[in-house]
């Protein structure tokens, strides 16, 4: 499910507001304003401006006469309208994810020609390490391990390495392990110096 609300960084806009409510609309036509105005954080004397907007603008209808039995339901013109904000919505984010892409790639092509570094391994495989491994893609570098901490995640597939235990770390050949969260990074880096001693190299998204 899209829910482009739970985002902590892009500025809700009046478009990115209406974007949020037919999107909850489109997920459950028999949500309440109140479940609205919480999933899309959003006040309920808002929520009402914009239903009764997409209302009249015939981007949505109404149905049932109390609160337990209305309904919201898209209409053609809602659908389409729905469409094209998420396709614009999915380009500014493209934008947002080649930029950063750029700036890691950036930084771990200038870690090879400056220290020599060939081979990494990755600690975290959270959605930050999908933008880390896309960069090293586009240099001279290699992935040959990815590791996490979290029990669920291992033994799971990521971009055809298996994820393992952070203590897979000892017999990994890699020259250095690259953090891929911006969270815990003093506690991750504590925890491979343990494992692998003070020599392998530490690479911290933030010092890029």
Do not use: W
């Amino acid at each position: 499910m899209i829910q482009p609300f739970q985002s902590k960084f892009l500025t809700p806009t009046k478009k990115f507001r209406r974007l949020s409510i037919l999107l909850a609309i489109r997920n459950d036509p028999r949500i309440s304003q109140h479940k609205v105005a919480r999933v899309t954080h959003l006040s309920s004397s808002m929520v009402n401006n914009y239903m009764k907007e997409l209302q009249q603008e015939g981007l949505i209808t109404v149905t049932g006469n109390t609160n337990r039995t209305q309904e919201y339901h898209l209409t053609s013109s809602g659908r389409d309208e729905l469409i094209s904000a998420l396709l614009s919505y999915s380009a500014e984010i493209i934008q947002l994810y080649g930029a950063a892409k750029r700036e890691l790639t950036r930084g771990l092509r200038n870690m090879h020609l400056e220290e020599g570094i060939r081979t990494v391994a990755l600690f975290g495989a959270a959605e930050t390490a999908e933008v880390v491994y896309a960069a090293i893609k586009e240099t001279p570098l290699a992935v040959t391990a990815i590791v996490d901490s979290d029990r669920t995640k291992q033994g799971k597939r990521f971009n055809g390495l298996t994820i393992q235990a952070p203590e897979q770390l000892i017999g990994i050949n890699a020259e250095a392990v690259v953090i891929t969260s911006f969270a815990r990074q003093e506690e991750i880096q504590e925890c491979i110096h343990q494992l692998m001693g003070k020599q392998i190299k530490v690479i911290r998204l933030s010092d890029l």
